[in-house]
């Protein structure tokens, strides 16, 4: 019976943003995309892994905000993760200049009707290389207005406030692999770096030339790391 790995999105993304990606993992696994879209806290994101589990360890492959998910889930139930890749996340605590930043975001979620992000953001989200890559755009788009206002603000609030996991990190237990940008505006690389240092049984990856969307942006790359990884855990 094939093991089955369950594919975590970021913020205002779903399966969409894997679909340039290669999977090859071979006959013992098949994949599922959660769409974490309804949950408001980190706790019921956490519950329906938990229910997808059913008692048995699981292989969690979270992007972003889904890889941060992946990682409170393994440091809670770290007898019900099986293996780890994680992508553009941090571990660390929000400093409380970030948190401020945040509710001040949510009031303006509150207040303003939301249409799409702008220019500056992609620019943020995406290396300069890849910004004129319409294919790249499109994805990310049809993702915002596909999913909406509404999820943006769920997702938002549930990791407005959110735990310092870096000194847990030592608790897991399973093989984790770590696939960090070395242009990510988002996620420090240096994070990232340090998270490998903590957890046990870990391999991390640095990708030039990529900013946070790395599944979009280097999806050969991606593919290639995480297929080699399932194939010979």
Same mark, same amino acid.
């Given at each position: 019976?094939?093991?089955?790995?369950?594919? =975590?999105?970021?913020? =205002?993304?779903?399966?969409?943003?894997?679909?340039?990606?290669?999977?090859?993992?071979?006959?013992?696994?098949?994949?599922?995309?959660?769409?974490?879209?309804?949950?408001?806290?980190?706790?019921?994101?956490?519950?329906?892994?938990?229910?997808?589990?059913?008692?048995?360890?699981?292989?969690?492959?979270?992007?972003?905000?889904?890889?941060?998910?992946?990682?409170?889930?393994?440091?809670?139930?770290?007898?019900?993760?099986?293996?780890?890749?994680?992508?553009?996340?941090?571990?660390?605590?929000?400093?409380?200049?970030?948190?401020?930043?945040?509710?001040?975001?949510?009031?303006? =979620?509150?207040?303003?009707?939301?249409?799409?992000?702008?220019?500056?953001?992609?620019?943020?989200?995406?290396?300069?290389?890849? =910004?004129?890559?319409?294919?790249?755009?499109?994805?990310?788009?049809?993702?915002?207005?596909?999913?909406?206002?509404?999820?943006?603000?769920?997702?938002?609030?549930?990791?407005?406030?959110?735990?310092?996991?870096?000194?847990?990190?030592?608790?897991?237990?399973?093989?984790?692999?770590?696939?960090?940008?070395?242009?990510?505006?988002?996620?420090?690389?240096?994070?990232?770096?340090?998270?490998?240092?903590?957890?046990?049984?870990?391999?991390?990856?640095?990708?030039?030339?990529?900013?946070?969307?790395?599944?979009?942006?280097?999806?050969?790359?991606?593919?290639?790391?995480?297929?080699?990884?399932?194939?010979?855990?």
């Amino acid at each position: 019976m094939s093991e089955k790995i369950l594919f =975590l999105p970021g913020t =205002l993304c779903d399966q969409r943003l894997w679909q340039l990606c290669n999977w090859n993992f071979g006959p013992d696994y098949t994949d599922e995309h959660i769409l974490l879209d309804r949950q408001n806290t980190l706790e019921a994101m956490s519950d329906v892994l938990y229910e997808k589990s059913n008692g048995q360890p699981l292989h969690l492959a979270g992007f972003s905000m889904g890889g941060y998910v992946a990682l409170h889930f393994a440091c809670q139930h770290p007898e019900l993760v099986k293996s780890l890749v994680i992508l553009a996340v941090s571990a660390r605590g929000l400093t409380d200049h970030e948190v401020r930043l945040r509710k001040k975001y949510k009031a303006f =979620l509150e207040n303003v009707p939301y249409t799409q992000m702008t220019e500056n953001r992609l620019a943020e989200l995406i290396h300069p290389t890849h =910004l004129t890559n319409q294919n790249i755009i499109k994805i990310i788009r049809q993702m915002e207005k596909y999913l909406g206002p509404e999820v943006l603000y769920n997702q938002f609030c549930a990791l407005t406030e959110r735990p310092d996991y870096m000194a847990q990190l030592q608790h897991i237990t399973c093989p984790t692999l770590l696939i960090s940008a070395e242009q990510d505006k988002i996620v420090a690389n240096t994070d990232m770096r340090k998270m490998a240092e903590v957890i046990n049984d870990c391999q991390i990856i640095n990708i030039p030339d990529c900013g946070h969307m790395i599944p979009l942006e280097q999806p050969t790359t991606v593919s290639d790391a995480i297929n080699n990884w399932y194939q010979n855990l």
